[in-house]
C-alpha cells in the first residue's frame, strides 16, 4: 500500500524538472537573442554610422580646402 502512494509523489519531481529545464532553455534562447541583438546594434549600426560620419566630414575638409 504504502509503495502506490510513493510512486506517484516520485513522479512529480521528474515533471517538474522537465517544466524547469524547458523554462531554463527557454531563458538561455533568449539571452543569446538578446546578446546577438546587442552585438548587431554595436557592430553594424554603431560602427556603420560612425565610419559614414568620419567619411562624410574627411569629404567637408576636403571641399573646404579646395575653395
Keep these: 500500500m504504502e509503495d502506490i502512494q510513493i510512486i506517484p509523489y516520485s513522479r512529480l519531481p ?3 524538472d522537465i517544466e524547469l529545464e524547458r523554462k531554463l532553455r527557454d531563458l538561455k534562447f533568449k539571452q543569446e537573442l538578446r546578446k546577438d541583438w546587442i552585438s548587431f546594434l ?4 554603431i560602427v556603420y554610422s560612425t565610419t559614414m560620419i568620419f567619411i562624410l566630414v574627411l569629404i567637408g575638409f576636403y571641399l573646404f580646402r579646395i575653395n
Aim: net charge negative.
Design 14 to 16: 521528474d515533471q517538474e
Design 42 to 45: 554595436v557592430k553594424d549600426v
